[in-house]
Nanobody, 115 residues
Framework: QVQLVESGGGLVQPGGSLRLSCAAS????????MGWYRQGPGKQRELVAS???????NYADSVKGRFTISRDNAKNTVYLQLNSPKPEDTGVYYC?????????WGQGTQVTVSS
């Protein structure tokens, strides 16, 4: 079993920056990949970025060139760097971990992009 602890959400101005963190613990050896999803007001939850166990990354078209997913293996932490966020990036961001035993979700952290 994998447990996730998210942090870093908050209010950010358009054109600013923000970094979200997701620290994993538990059965880390069985993890296949991790990722970030978000759900904006009145929208379905969507994939923002993901990273496989070998480091391959995938991004939603809407965030390519602006957001970056990275990880620190020593800290068992995955990050999402939000550069030049837009109001439409507002939503609850969820960390996700996929392991051999199943999928684990964080509780989410609110990101609000507003001037």
């Amino acid at each position: 079993q994998v447990q996730l602890v998210e942090s870093g959400g908050g209010l950010v101005q358009p054109g600013g920056s923000l970094r979200l963190s997701c620290a994993a613990s538990g059965s880390i050896a069985s993890m296949i990949g991790m990722g970030w999803y978000r759900q904006g007001p009145g929208k379905q939850r969507e994939l923002v970025a993901s990273m496989g166990s070998l480091g391959a990354t995938n991004y939603a078209d809407s965030v390519k060139g602006r957001f970056t997913i990275s990880r620190d293996n020593a800290k068992n932490t995955v990050y999402l760097q939000l550069n030049s966020p837009k109001p439409e990036d507002t939503g609850v961001y969820y960390c996700k971990a996929v392991s051999l035993s199943g999928t684990t979700w964080g509780q989410g952290t609110q990101v609000t992009v507003s001037s």
